[in-house]
Each structure stands twice: as C-alpha cells, then as structure tokens.
C-alpha cells in the first residue's frame, strides 16, 4: 500500500492507495481506530456503484453501525435536491454530530456527499473511497465538495476536508473504457502545469495505462495526489498556485453547462479546455506551436479526447458563461495558461480578439 500524506495541521488526513484496500482488514482496523472517530457509519453511494461495492464497503466497517443512501446516478442528479435526500435521511433517523459520512463512487458521489458533511448540523466527518479515476487522482483530494446550479457548474459548495481518503485500485476493473480515458486525461493535467517529463512519460505509456495496467496506475495515482496534496497544503483556498489545477476549466465548464450536464464527461470537457487553453498559450506568444500541438495530438490519439467543441456554442455564450468561472476578479476573466509543458501561470490579461479567435477556431485548434 503506498500512503500520501494532506498536511493541514490538526486537519491533515491520510490517502491510502493499492489493489484490495477495501478487503484488507489490517487497514479497516487502523482504519476503524484511529483515522475515524467512534460513532455511526453512513455509507454514501448512488445505483451503479452500489451493486459493485456496497457490499465490500459495509464489511470494511463490520463492527460499527453502518447504514447506506443510494442516489441517483450522474452529474445532472449533482444537485442540492440531492443533498437533500442525505438531510432527510440523516434527520428523519435522528443521526448526530458523531456520524461519519462515507461517499463511495466517483467526483459526483464524493461532491455531493462532503458538501453534506460539511452542513449537516454545522458539519460532520466524512471520508472518500473514489471509485472511478478521476476521483481517484482529482477530486477525491482537497476539500472541494458541492454541487451545481443550472447557472453554473459546483456553484454552490464548501471547502471541507474529509478524514481520509482509501484509494482502492482494483475498483478500476469495472469502471467504462471511456471513463478510464477520462481520467487519465485529467492525469495529464499534473504533467502540464508542473511537470514536462510526467507529461512525455504518460504520453509513452498510454497504451498500458488506457488498459489499467494495476502497478502503473497505483504509481500514476500516488504521483497525482502528491502533487495535488502539495497544491493544497500550500494554498488550501484557492487564492494563489490551487488555481493552476484548473488547467481547462475555464473553457471545460462553459461547455459542460451549455451542453447540459451529463452529456460530456467531466474528464472530456476539460481535455477540450486544455486543448483551447494551448491554443490561446500560442497565440499570445507563451507556448510554442509545435507543444500545442504535442498536446493535443496526446489529448486526441493517446487518451482518445474530444478536441473540437461543440459547434452550436456561440462566442456571445462562451463569454456570458466564463463570467460566471470562480476565478473572475472583478469582472476579469482569468485563464490557466502555459507557458511551457510543464509551466501553468493563471493569466488575467488576455486581449480579446486572442480569446476570440480561440473560441471560434472549431476544428483548427492549436493548428
Ligand atoms: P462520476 O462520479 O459521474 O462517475 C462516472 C460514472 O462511473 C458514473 O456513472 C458512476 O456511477 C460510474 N462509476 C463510478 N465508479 C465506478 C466503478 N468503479 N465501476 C463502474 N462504474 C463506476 O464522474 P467522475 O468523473 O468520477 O467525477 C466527475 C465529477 O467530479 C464532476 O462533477 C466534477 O465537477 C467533479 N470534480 C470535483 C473535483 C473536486 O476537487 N472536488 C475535482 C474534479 C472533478
Ligand atoms: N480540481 C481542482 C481543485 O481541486 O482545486
């Protein structure tokens, strides 16, 4: 098992990665002892993962009083009417301060279920066990919990750290050919704004990571958290180097809501911003033509992304939606940019025939 360390102070937690975790009792007791506190167990799962898992999940608890919510599947169900279903639960069976929430199954899950720790009676403890890669490698990771808003994409939230985080590899079997590429395009994100050899390193690899070769991904994902672990414990808000990890999402998110959430994977909208994040890095001078089209050509034939946005998105629409990103500063779009592969820098100062002339690139991109 190879173990990544949040430090926060009093707050820090521990991932714990590897093949099998949630059938190693060696960990459920140290686990059970002393990473959670004593009380109750609400298992957080939704109809897909539940079937998979639950099971394997109750018994990593035996001994505590364990009990399960199952939602609705999909990011259009990552609502505050969700949220609520966890409330009534709770409330209706009288759970108090000392329950643990457990969110087993993929960003969706593990938003939802941490933005309701972190309001149920003023906040509760919870804990991750992502279940697809992306969650594994992002969001699983670093407190961001929350859910949508039909104006905007995680528009409502908390940052809320949990108490752990168990990273089982082996759930990786059963999860869809398309997420597996999502998320190792999510991966690649890690390789752009820090670090160049992890970037050319994924990009040789791909073939056995896209079949999720166990040991490469167990390294793959400790690597990830590291850096992710690092950007937080620095700047744990988002006021200063966090906001790198948005590498894409300025553009991504635009296209997530205007398309309707649940038609693109999270992990496809934001290689398709990282792609026009390249494109405006050409443009105004940062990155070279030929790196831009490195990374599309990795995003493209590698991890099989999209790299066209939807033609029906409008500029007019992509700039009404970008001013509602978390990262406007009074009224000032501010993009994650690259300077180089391996170099992300938020930029606030971007002309606007430049964004333009990305946003109507279509199929030109990066070209
Ligand atoms: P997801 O949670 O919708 O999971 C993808 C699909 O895989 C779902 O249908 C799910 O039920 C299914 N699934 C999950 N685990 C499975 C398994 N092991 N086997 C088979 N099927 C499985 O999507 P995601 O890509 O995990 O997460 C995307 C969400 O995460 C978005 O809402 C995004 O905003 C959020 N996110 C949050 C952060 C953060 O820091 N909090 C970071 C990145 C992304
Ligand atoms: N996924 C971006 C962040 O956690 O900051």
């Excluded at 443009?283 to 066209?308: C, H, K, T, Y």
């Excluded at 002339?357 to 991109?365: H, I, K, N, P, Q």
Aim: proline share 3%.
């Amino acid at each position: 098992m190879l173990t990544v360390e949040v430090e926060l102070g009093e707050r820090s937690y521990p991932i714990f990665i590897g093949a099998g975790l949630l059938t190693e009792s060696e960990l459920a007791a140290k686990v059970g002892a002393s990473v959670l506190r004593p009380g109750k167990v609400v298992i957080v799962t939704n109809e897909v993962v539940a079937p998979l898992y639950l099971a394997k999940l109750e018994s990593f608890f035996a001994g505590r009083d364990c009990a399960s919510i199952i939602l609705r599947d999909g990011e259009e169900h990552k609502t505050l009417a969700a949220v609520s279903e966890i409330y009534e639960f709770l409330l209706s069976n009288k759970y108090d301060r000392h329950t643990t929430l457990v969110a087993l199954g993929g960003g969706v899950i593990g938003d939802i279920t941490g933005f309701a720790a972190a309001t149920y009676l003023r906040g509760i403890d919870f804990a991750q066990v992502p279940t697809t890669l992306l969650a594994q490698v992002d969001s699983s990771v670093g407190g961001k919990t929350g859910v949508n808003h039909p104006l905007g994409k995680n528009m409502i939230g908390a940052f809320y750290q949990p108490r752990c985080v168990i990273a089982d590899t082996d759930v990786l079997k059963t999860l869809p050919e398309r997420e597996v590429k999502a998320g190792l395009a999510e991966v690649t994100k890690y390789g752009l704004i820090r670090d160049r050899d992890f970037f050319e390193w994924l990009a040789s690899h791909a073939a056995a990571l896209n079949d999720c070769d166990p040991d490469l991904m167990a390294q793959v994902i400790q690597t990830c958290c590291q850096v992710k672990a690092d950007v937080v414990a620095e700047d744990e808000r988002e006021t200063g180097v966090r906001a790198l990890l948005n590498l894409g999402h300025t553009f991504g998110h635009a296209i997530e809501t205007a398309s309707g959430y649940g038609t693109w994977l999270h992990g496809e909208t934001v290689a398709m911003g990282t792609v026009m994040a390249a494109d405006l890095s050409a443009r105004i001078g940062w990155l070279s033509q030929q790196d831009a089209q490195f990374i599309r050509r990795v995003l493209e034939e590698n991890f099989g992304m999209p790299v066209v946005p939807p033609a029906d998105i409008t500029t007019e629409r992509y700039l009404d939606l970008m001013a509602s990103d978390k990262k406007t500063e009074a009224g000032k779009l501010r993009f994650v940019l690259l300077r180089a592969i391996g170099e992300g820098v938020v930029a606030s100062d971007i002309e606007l025939d430049q964004l333009t002339s990305t946003l109507e690139a279509g199929d030109r991109l990066c070209e």
